[in-house]
């Protein structure tokens, strides 16, 4: 579990609470091409394999994990555009 | 007079307006009841064939077949564009001005290819989503004597998710055959962190692809195309460069439902997952690609689909509540998926049961390639 870090503030949420793999990364992905860099999108997942695909992805694609919590019957994810 | 009006003689319209005028057969005879089809073109095309145009020496002539040969008598069909559907007056207007009211509206609208969305991609990119694409691509491989094949996805959701790792596969095989396979490289470029969406069936394609020598390239969401180049750029920031390009084309829903205000920006209709209502309109209801359910975006889908569509249709016609194990869609989907060198294996599965996939023989594939040639006689009659 990453620990949220402070001072942050969230640009876009993208509440794919309900969609099943691979749909919350996609979204992500359509979030993140919308949008520019040092945006800060959350992402609201309720499939397991979220937190283990997103952050992969993340890292992959160059981008910065701020931080990923656990909610309520659901992962927060949030991430910064780097580039 | 209950009018039942189905956009779409695809797959899932043809089939739903033909299990609806079963089911009100009495009431269309007393003339209380319609049930009319609106296609584009009036002709009805088997999708799933393209693949074979490019892989397996299909003719495009045998993947059409008139619209009305294959319903109902009961059934009417009109040919026309649909220009608007509007939810206020519960009307559906044609290009040329028709004008149709629906009681029931069942949108069996599709998905289309937008390759255009990526510059470059109509003159550098192969695929296999249209006829005519499917046999250029036969014409390019032909002219193949080896080098760098690349094999990508260019945008999810998109129609017959195996489709891509099938034509890695046959490829390869055939690559093979010609004897050229020493002289190419292949690659196969996955949008997710693993081969295929579902995990049951990336563990069963990884091995294949390894044993096969194509080099798997997760986490590549293709963005952009250089021609001069010949490289393909990935939005995680990687190039692949490529002598043959194979790129699944962008999907979107049809643009008179995202027009019609029915469905957000990429077209698909927000759709409840057990009853393929149109969520926020009582009497409209989707199934096949058109939905947005988290589903194969196939022709099987639509298959199982349909039963659930006609049996609430029909009940809304007729004032009762739907009933029986096809008043619930269970998510129930089921595909061949081809490994090559005529060997197959089958998906099988549901919202709750992922897929266990047989291994790989030739009766699998022996199974597709006579699905594919009896589909005119099964499904769109439901008899399967």
Known sequence: MTAPSTGYQITRTIDARGSYCPGPLMELIRGIRE???????????????????????????????????????????VVEKVR | ???????????????????????????IDAGEASVTVVDETGTHVYQPGFMYIAMGGERASNLQRPERSLLDERVELVVGRIAAIDDATKVVRLDDGRELGWDQLVLATGSRIVPESIPDFAQEAHHFYSAEAALKLRAALDAFTGGKVVIGIAGMPYKCPPAPLEVAFLIEAELRQRGLREKSEMHYCSPIGRAFTIESVSEMATPILEQKHIELHTFFNVETIDPERKTIGSLEGEELAYDLLILVPPHKG???????????????????????????????????????????????????????????????????????????????????????????????????????????????????????????????????
């Open chain 2, 254 to 384: 049809a643009q008179v439902v995202i027009d019609s205000g029915l469905a957000p920006g990429a077209g698909w209709l927000p759709t409840e997952k057990d009853t393929l209502n149109v969520k926020g309109h009582a009497d409209i209801w989707a199934l096949g690609d058109a939905t947005d359910l988290p589903l194969s975006k196939a022709g099987s889908t639509a298959h199982f689909e349909a039963p659930v569509v006609a049996e609430r249709v029909a009940a809304a016609v007729q004032g009762r509540e739907a009933e029986g194990k096809e008043s619930i869609y269970t998510g129930r989907v089921m595909c061949f998926f081809e490994i090559g060198d005529g060997k197959g294996t089958l998906l099988r599965f549901d919202y709750t049961h992922p897929p266990t996939p047989p291994k790989p023989n030739r009766v699998w594939h022996l199974g597709k390639i006579v699905f594919n040639k009896t589909y005119w006689h099964t499904v769109p009659r439901g008899r399967v």
């Open chain 1, 35 to 77: 949008s520019q860099v040092g945006d800060v999108l959350a992402v609201l997942s309720s499939d397991k394999g979220s937190k283990v695909d997103i952050p992969k992805w993340i890292e992959k694609a160059g981008h910065h994990l701020i931080a990923l919590e656990a909610r309520d019957g659901y992962d927060e994810i």
């Open chain 2, 1 to 27: 007079m209950q009018r039942v009006v189905v956009l779409g003689g695809g797959v899932g319209g043809t089939l739903v307006a033909n299990l609806i005028s079963r089911k009100l057969k009495k009431a």
